[in-house]
């Protein structure tokens, strides 16, 4: 079975996204759809990390057939290898951006971490469960507890109370937790990646159904599974967004609520349609295309490497230098922005010419 160019392309316009809204010229001036929301709602910036945490979900049955999707010592030891190395690196870029500061100030959750613990655990519940009937309904019971454990324990108020919090507060200590406007209410926390997890199990189902549907041999061919596939994706989109948009008020990324889940799952599931109709089906593929897949081949490689030259940027004041530089031409919030998509660019020069590389070793 071929490759899904689509999702490689989705994973890097997750990436790339990232990287973009992670480092405007000034955070000071950001214009309203490359800010995080401060607490309730949704934009642009808000939907990079869930799009790579639904990618990431897709991409676990793909990954596991060589495996023959059974929970053999080798997958299980791969599980392991792979969950401890990405969490021992957010661990150590966070470190590094602290100075190396003192382990008994080290914050302990961030993005690497979470997706080190959502891949390990949905990995072992696929390898484990299998029939994508049961890991949806798993997905829902743990959506649906979450959701009542936060409308019984404060976890839509924006204080240290909210119960997300206090668990963390609780099981790492307050020191080891991030501190946004005075408040230790950490969004990668311990409570709230358990909502994540189900977030990764949506996606393992939907990556299931690809699968299913791509070797049913009754249809003709490729691009009439893959048109089949989209009926999939729009009914879940439909479904979801049926769902979630009456709470569109409780849609809150810092707890990752429920409600967050559906919405930005439904609109992977949109883009994700489209990436499919016209780049798979259409071969509407080229520069800008390849652009994205780069970044989607190698993701981890470039989180690293994007988090280490921002790091050393801001040290050598070239963040600060060149983000003064574009104010010469443009208003602040532009030039904030030109520099973001600059240091994107910079970092797709290093992804494309690390492709190079591997090709010639290969």
Same mark, same amino acid.
């Given at each position: ?94 470190? #590094? ?116 549907? #791509? ?148």
């Amino acid at each position: 079975m071929k490759r899904l160019y689509s999702i490689d392309l989705l994973r890097g316009m997750a990436l790339a996204g990232m990287i973009l809204v992670n480092n405007p010229g000034d955070w000071g001036n950001i214009y309203s759809p490359f800010e995080h929301v401060e607490f309730c709602g949704l934009r642009l910036a808000d939907l990079v990390f869930p799009t790579f945490t639904f990618v990431m979900g897709f991409c676990i049955p793909l990954s596991f057939r060589r495996y023959g999707s059974m929970l053999t010592k080798p997958a299980a030891w791969h599980i392991l290898k792979r969950t401890l190395t990405i969490f021992a690196i957010g661990l150590m870029l966070q470190w #590094m951006s602290s100075d190396w500061c003192e382990w008994s100030h080290l914050r302990i959750p961030g993005v690497l971490q979470r997706l080190a613990v959502c891949y390990g655990i949905a990995s072992l519940i696929y390898l484990s469960m299998k029939r994508s009937g049961v890991i949806i309904s798993l997905a829902v019971v743990i959506l649906a507890g979450y959701e009542l454990l936060l409308h019984c324990f404060q976890g839509y108020e924006w204080s240290e109370v909210n119960i997300i919090s206090r668990v963390d507060h609780y099981l790492l200590g307050a020191n080891h937790l991030y501190v946004d406007n005075g408040i230790r209410l950490d969004p990668e926390g311990i409570l709230s990646t358990i909502p994540s997890i189900a977030h990764v199990l949506i996606g393992v189902c939907l990556s299931q159904k690809y699968l299913s549907v #791509m070797s049913d041999e009754t249809l003709d061919d490729d691009t009439t599974r893959r048109k089949k596939y989209m009926q999939t994706l729009v009914k879940t989109a439909v479904v979801f967004l049926a769902i979630s948009t009456p709470c569109i008020h409780l849609i809150v990324k810092k707890v990752w609520s429920a409600s967050f889940v559906l919405m930005t799952i439904a609109i992977a599931a949109i883009v994700l349609t489209s990436l499919i109709y016209f780049v798979d089906i259409k071969k509407l593929q080229g520069w800008w295309s390849e652009f994205f897949v780069i970044f989607g081949r190698q993701p981890l490689v470039m989180y690293v490497v994007a988090w280490i030259l921002a790091d050393w940027f801001g040290q050598w004041g070239l963040t600060w230098n060149i983000y003064n530089w574009f104010c010469n031409f443009c208003t602040p919030c532009l030039a904030s922005l030109l520099y973001a998509i600059l240091f994107v660019i910079i970092n797709w020069g290093i992804a494309f010419a690390l492709t190079k590389a591997q090709r010639c070793v290969k």
